[in-house]
């Protein structure tokens, strides 16, 4: 599927501001809030150095947008009072925005090759 500019530009935007919303929840609550953070923006890499490959389920899991944004809004409006879960949250979603603003898809060609 061909990404167009507008859509690349929407996706950067919003990578840009989960961001600085993930760097001011760690300012904010500190340090394990921003080992949480840090540690789910690599999530993908790790994941690709465990040996999970395209185009199994769990590849397909930790590129998903649904899944951080589940965590991000089950932890907004659920009983769990835990900061480290809503960083690691926006740090996921934040890894996964970056990618797609790259052209980094989850049936993007360049994503197999990146991801091998």
């Not at 760097?23 to 790790?46: M, N, Q, R």
Request: overall charge positive; charged content about 15%.
């Amino acid at each position: 599927m061909k990404i167009t500019w507008l859509r690349r530009l929407a996706w950067g935007a919003l990578a840009l501001f989960l961001a600085a919303f993930a760097v001011f929840e760690s300012v904010k609550y500190g340090l394990p809030t921003t080992a949480a953070a840090l540690a789910f923006v690599v999530l993908p890499d790790v994941a690709r150095l465990a040996g999970v490959r395209p185009p199994g389920p769990l590849h397909q899991a930790v590129h998903r947008v649904w899944i951080p944004l589940a965590v991000l809004v089950f932890y907004t409006f659920g009983p769990i009072v835990w900061p480290p879960l809503f960083t690691a949250g926006l740090g996921w979603l934040t890894r996964i925005a970056a990618d797609r603003t790259l052209g980094r898809g989850l049936n993007d060609p360049r994503s197999r090759s990146y991801a091998s």
